[in-house]
């Protein structure tokens, strides 16, 4: 059983700094791209940053100079920190993993978690 659980989110005033992890568990031979979504009420899921398992990043235009993704293998966690937030980044944050278990590899999604910014 493959689990992605976040931390780090919260309420936080605009211009400010949260932090989010996300850690991997379970039965797991190897994580290739890792990233993290957002979605805030009444919009589509979108691409926040994303992260292969050699380092190479890619990130929304919005959150570009802002946002730094970043993983440690080795304990399987991806976190993403958020700087100079906005009110436009006031969303649920879903973690995202490409995983293998065996022989089968799909994309996992962890359970959400909430960010607030306040202006």
């Known amino acids: 059983q493959v689990q992605l659980v976040e931390s780090g989110g919260g309420l936080v005033q605009g211009g400010g700094s949260l932090r989010l992890s996300c850690a991997a568990s379970g039965n797991i031979f190897s994580i290739n791209a890792m990233g993290w979504y957002r979605q805030a009420p009444g919009n589509q899921r979108e691409l926040v940053a994303t992260i292969t398992s050699g380092g190479s990043t890619n990130y929304a235009d919005s959150v570009k100079g802002r946002f730094t993704i970043s993983r440690d293998n080795a304990n399987k966690t991806v976190s993403l920190q958020m700087t100079s937030l906005k009110s436009e980044d006031t969303a649920v944050y879903y973690c995202?993993?490409?995983?293998?278990?065996?022989?089968?590899?799909?994309?996992?999604w962890g359970q959400g978690i909430q960010v607030t910014v306040s202006s």
């Open positions: 995202s993993a490409n995983i293998q278990v065996h022989s089968t590899s799909r994309r996992y």
